[in-house]
């Protein structure tokens, strides 16, 4: 079945340093991508989406672009802040409404 | 505008009491989904509803768990009875099905410990 596969955390960056986060995905379709961000306490936030090969995805300064040649959807941000501590979640959907998620990467931003 | 509703927040109860969580979706979505989280398991997608009408429950633990949506503004998810291991946090989240892909919003969760 379909499945999300992201990198082990905690990520434990200083503030304004440069983040990746490496997710890959297994489907047998054209799954849509996305990333979703949960804070201490909270619900999962959707973060940014792509809904097709080649589009990249943007919100708050991160980035992600579905490479559909290397089944990637990497999460990358230029400089993070103190406020971007959460945790990150991979996901797919199949188009039939579901949504697949990755286990989570933690980010520690530290000032 | 008002996002997804959950409640109680927080639960705490002894193994065998029946526990009920309540969900209020963002009013003119027509998808509703429950999900639980936990440590070893992540997050699950239990059940989904589209208009109301259960689509896919094979997420569901076992009969102990049932999910329901008398309409459009409301839902529950039973546990009865209710033992150590579903303590986890569930999430209700909603989305608008309109034959594009569609964004999930997701309440703030309900932390449920049972005892």
């Known amino acids: 079945g379909d499945s999300v596969t992201q990198m082990e955390g905690p990520v434990t960056l200083s503030e304004e340093a440069c983040l990746t986060i490496n997710c890959t995905y297994t489907a047998t379709g054209y799954p849509s991508l996305f990333w979703y961000v949960q804070y201490p306490g909270e619900g999962l936030q959707l973060l940014l989406k792509a809904t097709k090969a080649d589009d990249k995805g943007s919100n708050k300064g991160f980035e992600a672009t579905y490479r559909k040649e290397t089944t990637s959807f990497h999460l990358e941000k230029g400089s993070v802040q103190v406020s971007d501590s959460a945790v990150y979640f991979c996901a797919l959907s199949d188009g039939f409404q579901k949504l697949v998620f990755g286990t989570g990467t933690r980010l520690l931003v530290s000032p | 505008d008002a996002g997804v509703i959950q409640s109680p927040r927080h639960e705490v109860t002894e193994m065998g009491q029946e526990v009920t969580l309540r969900c209020k979706p963002i009013?003119?979505?027509?998808?509703l989904f429950w999900y639980r989280q936990t440590m070893m398991r992540g997050l699950e997608l239990l059940i989904y509803f589209n208009n109301n009408v259960p689509i896919d429950d094979s997420g569901m633990p076992e009969d102990r768990f049932s999910a329901k949506m008398p309409n459009a503004s409301f839902s529950t998810l039973k546990i009865q009875p209710s033992e150590p291991r579903d303590s986890a946090v569930y999430f209700c989240a909603s989305s608008y099905r309109d034959g594009h892909t569609d964004t999930q919003y997701f309440g703030p969760g309900t932390r449920l410990t049972v005892l």
């Open positions: 009013s003119g979505h027509n998808s």
